[in-house]
């Protein structure tokens, strides 16, 4: 629990590029800690509860997309405030209905100590539910990337696999995406920091539209 920000003596979000929270929790896969997963991304991903229709297209949704995720090296991790007994029923009856074997563990988290520490419960929308987030965990444990929904809107799963794909080449490449940038796409060069750089910028033979922008190939 080091790891959760407090402000005013109150626990707050976990911040972008500082150490995700460390957790230990009972799974549909037996008992995980965060650091099992050192050396792979992570998207740990939370959802309001077993057995409803948003959640369950989710689920199938996250299950289509986990080949996907594995070529990139990115491991899956859901979560709700109910117990390992709901879950594995409820993955049961998703293969039963839906003809869909859901592949990654589930955190069990009755005592709701890691939404606590994720910030996944908003009292404003419900006191016993989690919201709909994405934290992604990159292969250090930084928490590189957070999303938020409310219990009303199913997430969009390849938003989700661009933003993978974009923090990737960002690691990568050194770079920056633009708006709707997908694989293949020109990327962003960061904007020089001094007007020396700003004039070799202009010269350099990237695609410039003034100093502070230009675009490249990868």
Same mark, same amino acid.
């Given at each position: 629990?080091?790891?959760?920000?407090?402000?005013?003596?109150?626990?707050?979000?976990?911040?972008?590029?500082?150490?995700?929270?460390?957790?230990?929790?009972?799974?549909?896969?037996?008992?995980?800690?965060?650091?099992?997963?050192?050396?792979?991304?992570?998207?740990?991903?939370?959802?309001?509860?077993?057995?409803?229709?948003?959640?369950?297209?989710?689920?199938?949704?996250?299950?289509?997309?986990? !080949?996907?995720?594995? *070529?990139?090296?990115?491991?899956? %991790?859901?979560?709700? #405030? +109910?117990?390992?007994?709901?879950?594995? @029923?409820?993955?049961?009856?998703?293969?039963?209905?839906?003809?869909?074997?859901?592949?990654?563990?589930?955190?069990?988290?009755?005592?709701?100590?890691?939404?606590?520490?994720?910030?996944?419960?908003? !009292?404003?929308?419900? *006191?016993?539910?989690?919201?709909? %987030?994405?934290?992604? #965990? +990159?292969?250090?444990?930084?928490?590189? @990337?957070?999303?938020?929904?409310?219990?009303?809107?199913?997430?969009?799963?390849?938003?989700?696999?661009?933003?993978?794909?974009?923090?990737?080449?960002?690691?990568?490449?050194?770079?920056?995406?633009?708006?709707?940038?997908?694989?293949?796409?020109?990327?962003?060069?960061?904007?020089?920091?001094?007007?020396?750089?700003?004039?070799?910028?202009?010269?350099?033979?990237?695609?410039?539209?003034?100093?502070?922008?230009?675009?490249?190939?990868?």
């Amino acid at each position: 629990m080091d790891t959760i920000v407090q402000e005013n003596g109150k626990a707050t979000l976990p911040r972008l590029n500082q150490p995700a929270p460390l957790f230990e929790a009972e799974t549909t896969h037996g008992t995980l800690r965060l650091e099992d997963f050192q050396g792979s991304w992570v998207i740990l991903f939370s959802h309001p509860a077993d057995f409803t229709p948003v959640c369950t297209t989710e689920f199938i949704a996250f299950t289509e997309l986990a !080949p996907e995720l594995k *070529k990139r090296g990115v491991e899956l %991790c859901g979560l709700s #405030i +109910d117990s390992t007994y709901s879950h594995i @029923a409820w993955v049961r009856n998703i293969e039963k209905n839906f003809g869909v074997r859901v592949p990654f563990p589930i955190i069990a988290d009755l005592n709701k100590e890691v939404a606590s520490l994720y910030g996944m419960v908003m !009292p404003g929308e419900s *006191k016993t539910e989690t919201s709909r %987030c994405v934290f992604v #965990i +990159d292969p250090k444990g930084i928490l590189r @990337a957070m999303i938020y929904y409310p219990l009303t809107t199913g997430r969009n799963t390849q938003e989700i696999l661009r933003l993978i794909d974009a923090l990737q080449a960002t690691d990568k490449h050194g770079i920056a995406t633009p708006a709707n940038w997908k694989p293949g796409e020109k990327i962003i060069i960061p904007p020089p920091r001094t007007t020396e750089a700003a004039e070799e910028r202009m010269k350099a033979g990237y695609e410039t539209a003034d100093w502070y922008f230009s675009k490249r190939a990868i």
